[in-house]
């Protein structure tokens, strides 16, 4: 399996609410065009960890 640097995380805001942010450009990562932003820590740490994987998935060679 490829270890690579996560390409999503869970970030917490001013706010105290959580996101998901794409690393590379520190926007929120969304689905169907809605930020996930407003997320609790377990649900946005368990999307950005979920999406991390799906990414490392489609990196492997099978």
Avoid: C, F
Wanted: aromatic share 8%.
């Amino acid at each position: 399996m490829i270890t690579t640097d996560p390409i999503y995380r869970a970030v917490q805001e001013p706010d105290y609410s959580w996101s998901v942010i794409v690393v590379e450009t520190g926007l929120p990562y969304r689905v169907s065009g809605y930020p996930m932003d407003l997320l609790t820590e377990d649900v946005a740490t368990a999307l950005a960890e979920v999406l991390n994987d799906i990414d490392n998935d489609k990196r492997t060679i099978h």
